[in-house]
């Protein structure tokens, strides 16, 4: 009884490091991540001027809203509103791409609804964010 | 009888184990996840600039002296 006792003793000491690194970290360095990050991180110069005007806002589901499109120069709103979609389609691609690099597609809106509340805690001061019931509030 | 019994123990512990493996897999790592967008929101919007400009030349000097 004791040699089994040792033996499982051991198994587990032996199996449990590579079980917690295994949870410990979430793989982010997927080529396909990689270049949605340079994308969304080269958008973002051209995207802060009106995330500080209030034009532009976080939403509570992971993705950036128009939230006050007469704060947007009429002449600019059509650049604004492209920049906004392309913004979306990154973030959404990049949400998939780390549920599925993770070799889990179905943790997509996990995923998600985690980045929702990053981006809304990180925001910068000044910056609207959207409440969980929907409103809209200036950080 | 012995012998016998203790494999059937430790065939027992490696079902276990991979039981455990598969299960803590299944459910969504949320304080990984939140470090994982926490590094990517960093990046994006490039609020911990200190971080990526330095290390780069020491690192790639691999010589002691």
């Known amino acids: ?139 | 009888m012995r012998a016998f019994s203790s494999r059937n123990l430790l065939l027992l512990a490696l079902a276990g184990t991979l039981a455990s493996c598969v299960t803590i897999n299944i459910y969504f790592p949320a304080a990984a996840a939140e470090k994982a967008a926490d590094k990517i929101i960093d990046e994006v919007w490039q609020l911990k600039k200190s971080e990526q400009k330095p290390a780069d030349p020491a690192a790639s000097q691999p010589t002691l002296k």
Do not use: C
Not at chain 1, 68 to 88: T, Y
């Open chain 1, 1 to 139: 009884m004791n040699r089994f006792t040792t033996f499982f003793a051991l198994l587990i000491a032996l199996i449990s490091p590579i079980a917690a690194t295994a949870a410990a970290d979430l793989e982010i360095n997927t080529p396909a991540i990689g270049a949605l990050k340079n994308s969304m991180q080269q958008r973002h110069g051209a995207l802060a001027p009106y995330y500080a005007s209030g034009a532009l806002g976080l939403a509570r589901d992971g993705m950036l809203a128009v939230r006050e499109a007469s704060a947007i120069p009429l002449s600019e709103r059509q650049k604004v509103n492209g920049l906004v979609a392309e913004e979306n389609r990154d973030r959404s691609a990049l949400y998939r791409e780390i549920a599925r690099g993770n070799s889990h597609p179905e943790w997509e809106d996990e995923v998600r609804s985690t980045f929702a509340g990053r981006w809304i805690d990180k925001a910068q001061s000044g910056w609207w964010v959207q409440m969980p019931n929907g409103s809209w509030s200036k950080k």
